[in-house]
Structures are given as structure tokens and as C-alpha cells.
T-cell receptor, first 115, second 115 residues
Framework: ETGVTQSPTHLIKTRGQQVTLRCSSQ?????VSWYQQALGQGPQFIFQ???????GRGNFPPRFSGLQFPNYSSELNVNALELDDSALYLC??????????????FGPGTRLTVT | AQKITQTQPGMFVQEKEAVTLDCTYD???????LFWYKQPSSGEMIFLIY??????QNATEGRYSLNFQKARKSANLVISASQLGDSAMYFC????????????FGSGTRLLVRP
């Protein structure tokens, strides 16, 4: 296990609602990235937070927003949910670059279903 | 634009045999990193192996090795002595240069190990 935890495990929401997903990063990691993985596809980068600031964003609309807290845990918020938002949401934590691998440790994911 | 291509949607391998999963990439960066992740049905992405663009030797991690051919822009994963527990989705991913942790994933290959 990586030490990255996510909650909740599963979630069912109705179109138009808002949702908050949570991620607790591995101890000592100050960077959190969020990915969306639709069924049958590879994960797609949503955004990354480094020391509580957004540090890069993928091709996702503004209704996808995030926060990182002083303890480096993170939230992903999605407003005005659409059916296409149904996916597995993965968070990954990592250290600031001190080595070559920049390895990211992934959590188990939150399965979001929008009906 | 950076892109990862995995052309094998599904692969079968007999237990104890070796298998190669293909990955080609496209980037204009000189500095980049290539990763392989395993995703069992539970959903968690498990890091397997990393290859830096300037690494002269192919990466190895236990039964996993990465066949890195820079001129061909390929980074194939070789799993030796397959085990039943190797049955999972496998994703190739690339990290952009610089300090970004953004990973670009391929569409994945589903590997089934037959007893």
C-alpha cells in the first residue's frame, strides 16, 4: 500500500449537483495531483497542487476546482455535475523533485457515478 | 503534443512465460520520464518501473524490465516468469520535462495470465 487514502470509495450523485472528493497524501509528500479515469481509458490529468498552490492544470473546465491544505491533504470539487463526469478519480502524491524518478504514489480512487 | 500509444488492448500469456507490452511515445522534450503502472481490478495504480530519457541502461525492477529504444521512441515493458497475480491493466505513462508532475497515460493493455 502507498499510504495515500481517498474518500469516499464510491459516490452516486445526480446531474447538476456538486461533489467533494478527498485525498490524504503520503507522509512527507507536498504535491498532490488529481486524475480522472473514464471507464476503459487511461487516467487524464486534472490539476496538481504544490504547497497549497495550483501548479498546473489539464484540459478541464473551471467547474473542476481544488484545494490543498497545510497538512498537504487535498480536495477535488466538481460543480454542476454532468453524466460524463462519471469516472474513477485518482489522486497521487509525490515529493518535490529531489531525484530523477519523480515517482507518484496513487490512492485507491473514488468511483463517482452521476445519474 | 506529448502522446502515449499502447496498441495492444488485450494480451494473453501462459503462466511462467515472459510477455512484452508495447508502448510508443511522442514528445519534443529532450528531458522526460517514462513510467509503467499496473492497475488491478481494485483500481489503485501501482508503480512498476521508471526510465529517464538520459538513462543509458534499461531499467529493471525484479521481474520487470523496460526495453527503452530512444531512437524508435518506444518503452516496452517486459514481464518475466508471469504469475497469475500479474493479470491486470497495464498503463504506460510519460512525464513532461521540467518540474511538472503531470503524467500522460496511454489507453492501457489488459493482461490475462493463463494457468
Amino acid at each position: 500500500e502507498t499510504g495515500v487514502t481517498q474518500s469516499p470509495t464510491h459516490l452516486i450523485k445526480t446531474r447538476g449537483q456538486q461533489v467533494t472528493l478527498r485525498c490524504s497524501s503520503q507522509s512527507g509528500h507536498n504535491t498532490v495531483s488529481w486524475y480522472q479515469q473514464a471507464l476503459g481509458q487511461g487516467p487524464q490529468f486534472i490539476f496538481q497542487y504544490y504547497r497549497e498552490e495550483e501548479n498546473g492544470r489539464g484540459n478541464f473546465p473551471p467547474r473542476f476546482s481544488g484545494l490543498q491544505f497545510p497538512n498537504y491533504s487535498s480536495e477535488l470539487n466538481v460543480n454542476a455535475l454532468e453524466l460524463d463526469d462519471s469516472a474513477l478519480y485518482l489522486c497521487a502524491s509525490s515529493l518535490a523533485p529531489t531525484g530523477q524518478s519523480y515517482e507518484q504514489y496513487f490512492g485507491p480512487g473514488t468511483r463517482l457515478t452521476v445519474t | 503534443a506529448q502522446k502515449i500509444t499502447q496498441t495492444q488492448p488485450g494480451m494473453f500469456v501462459q503462466e511462467k512465460e515472459a510477455v512484452t507490452l508495447d508502448c510508443t511515445y511522442d514528445t519534443s522534450d529532450q528531458s522526460y520520464g517514462l513510467f509503467w503502472y499496473k492497475q488491478p481490478s481494485s483500481g489503485e495504480m501501482i508503480f512498476l518501473i521508471y526510465q529517464g530519457s538520459y538513462d543509458e541502461q534499461n531499467a529493471t525492477e525484479g521481474r520487470y524490465s523496460l526495453n527503452f529504444q530512444k531512437a524508435r521512441k518506444s518503452a516496452n515493458l517486459v514481464i518475466s516468469a508471469s504469475q497469475l497475480g500479474d493479470s491486470a491493466m497495464y498503463f504506460c505513462a510519460m512525464r513532461e520535462g521540467g518540474s511538472s508532475y503531470k503524467l500522460i497515460f496511454g489507453s492501457g493493455t489488459r493482461l490475462l495470465v493463463r494457468p
